[in-house]
């Protein structure tokens, strides 16, 4: 008889570990999933790997992210970590510097998101992350270092 009580005890305890998850059994959300729930025309920034910590979006250019005028309001410069892209009709160019200037990487809105930029380069053979200090909207043959 005492089987029973410990069986029952056995079960509750089980199916208290289906109602309460370990922390570590949660997901981080991820590119993937930003992806999915980003918004049409729109490009992303991120100040974590995995497309975490957002930082900001824009649908149109922004000539200097250090600055308080744009999309991107002064303390995002070089602090971007991993992108995402869901653009319409039209490619991102990341620049190192303002205004459009100084070494570069695209995101295709084919690939749709790079999720770790240490593991991209820009034209100089630089690491890309943490060195987007602009950005704009191109077509394919603008672009000749790729984000992946």
Known sequence: MR?????????ALAGLGVIVPTATAQAAVGCSDNYTGAG???????????????????SGNDADWGNSSGSFQGWEDNEASSILNKGNDYEVKFYSKTVYTGD??????????ASDLSDDKMTNGTSANNTISSHQWVSEGSCSAWAS
């Open 3 to 11: 089987k029973i009580p410990a069986i029952l005890a056995t079960a």
């Open 40 to 58: 049409y025309g729109f490009m992303y920034a991120y100040n974590g790997t995995q497309c975490e910590g957002y930082l900001g979006s824009s």
């Open 104 to 113: 570069h990487i695209c995101l295709a809105r084919s690939e749709a998101y």
